[in-house]
């Protein structure tokens, strides 16, 4: 098992999100998320040539922000920890402009409302009304 720092002034939050990131792999929402990114055109975007494991490490950094109390893909500018990259199973997380150009690539695709689509599945799958 691996101990994990997590932000002291977050660590209800970051457990929380260390379910989520759990069950995240457990139900396969990172196929899913993936699915939704190459479903469609990817016109003028660099997604198409890049290796699964490069995208799914982008979609990993994105998903664990929180849990080492980063809010925003910004904050990765500043972020000189190793418990992101101990989460990527990487030498070093990625960094902000990889994350960040990985992001204008996503939003160029158009997959955007796929992604918000897949994620409310995801959610409804994990938690069905009525229970």
Same mark, same amino acid.
């Given at each position: 098992? $691996?101990?994990?720092?997590?932000?002291?002034? %977050?660590?209800?939050?970051?457990?929380?999100?260390?379910?989520?990131?759990?069950?995240? !792999? #457990?139900?396969?929402?990172? &196929? #899913?998320?993936?699915?939704? $990114?190459?479903?469609?055109?990817?016109?003028?975007?660099?997604?198409? /040539? #890049? %290796?699964? $494991? %490069? !995208? /799914? *490490? *982008?979609?990993?950094?994105?998903?664990?922000?929180?849990?080492?109390?980063?809010? @925003?893909?910004?904050?990765? @500018? %500043?972020?000189?920890?190793?418990?992101? &990259?101990?989460?990527?199973?990487?030498?070093?997380?990625?960094?902000? @402009? /990889?994350?960040?150009?990985?992001?204008?690539? $996503?939003? *160029? &695709?158009?997959?955007?409302?796929?992604?918000?689509?897949?994620? *409310?599945?995801?959610?409804?799958?994990?938690?069905?009304?009525?229970?």
């Amino acid at each position: 098992m $691996i101990a994990l720092p997590v932000n002291r002034t %977050s660590d209800q939050e970051g457990a929380g999100t260390l379910l989520l990131l759990a069950a995240a !792999q #457990q139900t396969g929402l990172l &196929a #899913q998320l993936q699915t939704a $990114i190459s479903q469609g055109t990817l016109p003028r975007t660099r997604l198409p /040539h #890049q %290796s699964l $494991i %490069s !995208q /799914h *490490a *982008a979609l990993r950094t994105l998903l664990f922000l929180p849990v080492v109390g980063l809010r @925003r893909v910004r904050d990765l @500018r %500043s972020y000189t920890g190793t418990c992101l &990259a101990l989460l990527l199973q990487r030498t070093a997380a990625l960094g902000y @402009r /990889h994350v960040d150009r990985y992001l204008h690539e $996503i939003a *160029a &695709a158009g997959a955007a409302a796929r992604l918000t689509n897949a994620l *409310a599945a995801w959610i409804a799958k994990l938690w069905p009304a009525g229970v």
